[in-house]
Every structure is written in C-alpha cells, then in structure tokens.
C-alpha cells in the first residue's frame, strides 16, 4: 500500500471548516483514500473514502486531485467533538485486509 | 452501530502473572485484528486472523499469542506480564460485506493494562 504524509498537528477555530491535507503522490490506480479518526483513547472510527471523484458523507467531505497525488479531507463546521487524530490511508480498492495507522493529524478544534 | 466488545476495560496486574485478554463480535466477521498503542503514539498492528484457526503475526513485534477457535472470538494471551507490556491494546473486526467502505474496521472500546 501506498505511503502518506500529514501534518503532525493542527488547529481550527469552532465553527470555521477544518481542512485536514494528505499527500500520496506514490498512490497506484486502484488504490483508495480512506480516512479514520481517533478520538482520545477510542478505537479508531472510518469518515470517508473515495478513489478520485470528490465525496460527501453527513461526516465530511474529501477532495482529491486530479493527479489524485493529495486530498483533503474537510470537516465544515468544526466542533470541539471533532477533537481528534485523523488518519489518511491508501489501500488497495476491493480489499478487506489489515490497515496500517501511521501518524495521523492531530487535530485541535479551538473554542 | 459496531458489536464488538473488550473485557476488561481496564486491568492492573502484577508482574509475572498470565493475562487474558478478551475481544468479541456478534457481526460475523471473519477477519479479527490486534492493535497495540502508547499515550499519545501510533497503532501499531500485532496479530491478526483471517478467519478461524488462522492467525498471524502482525507489524509490531509482541510477547502475546493470540487464538482464534470460534469465529466471533479472538483472545490475546500474555503468560508473564512486565511492565513493558504496560499500554492499550484495541481490538478491531471487519468483512468485506459489511460496513460503509469495503474493509471498513470497526474497534471496540480497547483495554488499558498497567503492569506494575
């Protein structure tokens, strides 16, 4: 599976959007993005994943290039809930295998 | 909502004792997963299982042995606890049928171990 990099943390007022970057640039053609956060202490919980078409979810949205070589991943109104660790993760699309968690975004909603 | 239970929630044992920990689903999943994570730090996979009686080592190098005799039950076993073991240990399933994203893992609470 293809590596990503984050941000290893940052902040967004409450209320404003939060808008979390990911880069793949070694991402294959029929690897997905998916996203997981982490909210302290709790198992990791599955936002949102797309293969190169933007995607809405009542969670959030995710925007990939063209290239699909990055994505955002974009909360719009931030609240101190959504407090977290946000995972990126490239996998192969169709596969049900194990998820390797890197480092995540730490993410601090601000009041 | 995900069925996937961890007992105990939180355990405080001494060193050398042998500890089990509990991981259950009702979801019919067949694949079952083991993550270890420090305060503050990365999961880090240590065993999983494809289905019953198959299990596997996973990315971060650990004491404990896992089993997988019924399909809704995966037990992780430590014969001789050390502080070193001390962290969370998060339990997680998923199936191919299931879920919002093929794949998509779904975690129980997990299970904070001190060893003192």
């Known amino acids: 599976d293809a590596k990503t990099t984050q941000p290893p943390s940052m902040d967004c007022a409450e209320g404003r959007a939060a808008n979390l970057p990911c880069n793949h640039s070694t991402i294959s053609g029929n690897e997905y993005v998916y996203w997981y956060r982490q909210i302290h202490s709790q198992g990791p919980q599955y936002i949102i994943h797309g293969l190169k078409n933007n995607e809405t979810n009542e969670m959030a949205s995710l925007i990939i290039t063209e290239d699909r070589k990055s994505s955002t991943l974009i909360l719009p109104h931030a609240t101190l809930r959504d407090t977290a660790v946000y995972y990126c993760i490239v996998r192969v699309a169709n596969r049900d295998d194990k998820i390797i968690f890197g480092k995540g975004t730490r993410l601090h909603i601000l009041p | 909502e995900a069925d996937i239970y961890q007992t105990p929630r939180y355990l405080v044992i001494g060193t050398g004792k042998k500890i089990t920990l509990e991981c259950s689903q009702t979801?019919?999943?067949?694949?079952m997963y083991w993550y270890q994570q420090d305060p503050g730090m990365e999961l880090h996979l240590i065993h999983y299982s494809y289905g019953v009686n198959s299990t596997e080592k996973g990315d971060l190098s650990s004491e404990s042995t896992v089993s997988r005799i019924r399909t809704e039950h995966f037990p992780l076993t430590l014969e001789s606890a050390r502080p070193s073991h001390t962290s969370q240990y998060l339990c997680?399933?998923?199936?191919?049928?299931?879920?919002?994203?093929?794949?998509?893992?779904?975690f129980g609470p997990g299970t904070r171990l001190t060893v003192l």
């Open positions: 979801m019919g999943h067949d694949k």
């Open positions: 997680a399933s998923s199936s191919p049928y299931r879920g919002r994203a093929q794949g998509e893992q779904f």
